[in-house]
């Protein structure tokens, strides 16, 4: 079965040139991909008319559709409708439709219309609009070199609406589509070259199905792409490669598709009725506000402290002075006290955990001993007798400051996960008990 294809075009100088991040690509390609169409290639293009017109040729000349975002306001570096017809060899013409809803628009936000605004309302003679419920600027749809072409506002909301209601069901109904299914496995606490060493029988190139990895801030994700002639054939696929897949990496992996670390960790704490408290360092927070982005963290999480100089470590955590003379802030026996201390101040009956950071971040500050990227991440629990234990494990990344602190951050969840799934650490762990007095 031929795989049709699809060519994604961004235009605007802003994104040429890298002051705005071309989020449209990412999401139409994942959306695409699950419609059964196979991504010819990306190109960013910048306000310049010539260049719009080149990149709609080459794109029609390499696949069956293109989709352009951007280049459809009011001004004059807005030039994507003029390019298109250029390219068809079409004249521009007022859409008597577009320009009312155009104008029905303005009426809705209760603001006057600006005669700049009518030229949205151009449609190459041949075209169509694409009628945008969300904005002033109508998309076209046309057919340029025997290849579908749908053009749409850069503005993400506009533009994802716009896709779901005018161009997905043209996609989804294009002969010979493949069925596609497509999932993500995320996984925390073994490397990338490691889990692909792991896997990669399953990686062999324009295989079905297609496995490859990804990257970002110490979570690895491993994603597949199954194809079949039908939906039921297509998902099978799929679960035997996942299956293999968690055969070989089940204690690594923590979730599937949109699934976070951190909804995983808070799930786990609700099953087992526990509670969370947090204790930063070097991650200044960031490990709480991950926490809390989880809608229903509030039903174990309780207090996140961040204690970033010594005499806050020791004023609010009760990390003992001898401790940080004798081993400094950036040590197994400084993260191990956070965590017992966070617990201490929670002043309850188990069961109940602790998270603590403490590392360099840098750019400065490392030392032979303990160079930048260094940080110490402990877990404590606290069981009704009042009785704990605490796990510790030092990590070493090569990032710049906030990619340190991120991955402290992951880190941190997934020491917890292991432990309230009772898995090892890739990592060596150090224990001890404690009592809360």
Known sequence: MRQPTVYLLSCGDELLFGHTVDTNSAWLAEQCTLLGWRIAGHRTVGDVTPDIIMAFLDATARADAVILTGGLGPTMDDRTRQALAHALGAELREDREALTEIQAMFRRFNRPMGENNRVQALIPDGAERIVNPNGTAPGIKATLQGAKVFCMPGVPREMREMFRLSVAPVLREAEG????????????????ADIGAAIRHLMRERSNPEVGTAVAESIVTVRLYAKGETPAEAEKTAAEAEAGIRAVLEDDVFG????????????LLKERGARLVTAES???GMLSSLLVDVPGASAVFVEGTVAYANEAKIGLLGVPRETLEKHG?????????????ALRRLRANGPAYSLATTGIAGPDGG???????TVWIACSVLDAEGKGMTRSVRHNWAADRQGIRMRGAN???DLLRRTLLGRPSNYPVEGSAWERP
Do not use: F, N, W, Y
């Open 329 to 341: 802030a950036v040590s197994r026996g400084t993260a191990a006290a956070m965590a017992e201390g």
């Open 411 to 413: 880190a941190a969840l």
């Open 256 to 267: 599937t598709d949109g699934e976070t670390l951190a909804a995983c960790v808070i799930g």
């Open 367 to 373: 030392t032979p001993e303990k160079p930048v990227g």
């Open 177 to 192: 589509r493949a069925h596609e299914v497509m999932r993500r496995l995320h996984l925390c606490g073994r490397g990338e």
């Open 282 to 284: 070097c991650t200044g």
